[in-house]
């Protein structure tokens, strides 16, 4: 009898089975989870438009930053003022803006008037100490260099004064940029309280407690920033003051509190405020031009092994090389402000990767400010 039954198919785990993948892929093919792959199209092109939106706003977020910290400082300085002198909350934030809107004032007044008066000399006094020093190194052979070096230095100023527009521009940019994070930071150090619950409601659950504790390191952190920073740029303005006026260098009362305001920039704050001291220093004579160039390496050393290390004892113990590099770093990717907020900016990054990454991620104990 014949068998009309068709013979038995293979397994699937049969060679049989696996000869077919064209079979085989189309099958799949029609089971594709299409949904899925649209959701993930839709996440990674919501992370790549939400990286460039930041980057587009990373002047915004340094302008906000600006504002937390100048907030903190009045903060700081309203609270001392009501534990002290038993003040209002709204009256000692008002003094404490008054007074320090009132010291940046008078440092810029007093070396801007001085400068002004200063500058036909300046014209006069230069190309004479110029001319004394190409003579002198004419002696050893090196004078065309230095009329060379010269020559490119006139080209470049040359350059910059027919640009002068764009840098008016610039300035009252900067001067809006200034009203703004002056008036956000006395909205944020008169209700602190509000923003950091606001803050924390974003957050998810699990998230908060360890966020909470970032808060009370950043602001411990910062208060140490500005005790020590405090102190540091104080005595920066009296042995800057001092030493000035025993050169007989003028505005040396400018200069010196200008030196304390851009003592805020570690490492690199009392050589940019050497320059208008030395230029200033030219009008009296080349050696006392000098000596204030000396004055300034001793300021500057004193900053860097003395008084920078004892900020970090009060804020956090960040080691020099790190802070040099990120002042660098700041300043390649936030420009002007990112030099300026640098310091800042480095013990708030500092605090959270300890208290987020080492001790909540890593489990590992930690010393954030002097707290444990």
């Known amino acids: 009898m014949i068998n009309d039954q068709p013979p038995p198919r293979p397994p699937a785990d049969t060679p049989a089975a696996v000869a077919d993948p064209i079979r085989v892929a189309n099958a799949a093919t029609t089971h594709l989870p299409y949904g899925q792959i649209a959701i993930a199209t839709l996440i990674v092109l919501g992370i790549l438009g939400s990286a460039l939106v930041m980057i587009e706003l990373t002047r915004f977020f340094m302008l906000v930053f600006a504002a937390v910290v100048i907030g903190s400082i009045f903060d700081t300085i309203a609270s001392v003022l009501c534990r002290h002198l038993k003040l209002g909350r709204g009256i000692a934030l008002t003094l404490s803006v008054i007074s320090l809107i009132a010291i940046i004032a008078a440092a810029f007044t007093l070396f801007g008037s001085q400068l002004a008066g200063q500058i036909d000399t300046i014209q006069d006094s230069i190309p004479g100490a110029v001319t004394n020093v190409e003579n002198f ?14 020559s490119v230095s006139s080209n470049d100023i040359s350059q910059i004064l027919s640009q002068a527009g764009g840098y008016a521009l610039a300035a009252g940019s900067s ?23 606001g803050l924390l409601l974003l957050l998810p659950k699990p998230a908060v407690k360890t966020a909470d504790l970032a808060l009370d390191d950043i602001s411990h952190g910062l208060r140490g920033w500005m005790l020590g920073q405090s ?24 200069l010196g509190l200008l030196a304390g ?37 001793i300021i500057q050393q004193l900053q860097g092994n003395f008084l920078q290390p004892m900020i970090q004892k009060q804020a956090v113990n960040v080691p020099p090389a790190v802070l040099l590099f990120a002042v660098i770093a700041a300043g390649l990717l936030f420009g002007t402000m990112g030099v300026l907020l640098a310091a800042p900016l480095t013990v708030v990054v500092f605090v959270l990767i300890q208290r987020v990454y080492v001790q909540t991620l890593l489990g590992k104990d930690i010393d954030v400010a002097g707290r444990k």
């Open 137 to 150: 190194l004419d002696r050893f052979g090196w004078g065309d260099k230095a009329r060379e070096l010269t």
């Open 175 to 197: 001067l809006a940029d200034l009203v703004l994070v002056l008036v956000g930071a006395i909205f944020l150090a008169s209700d602190p309280a509000t923003y950091r619950r």
């Open 231 to 254: 102190v540091s740029s104080l005595v920066i303005v009296a042995f800057t003051w001092a030493g000035l006026e025993l050169l007989g260098v003028p505005a040396a009362a400018g």
């Open 261 to 297: 305001l851009l003592d805020v920039i570690p490492m690199i704050g009392p050589i940019i405020a050497g320059l208008p001291a030395v230029l200033l220093a030219f009008t009296v004579s080349p050696i006392t031009a000098l000596w204030t160039l000396l004055l300034y390496l």
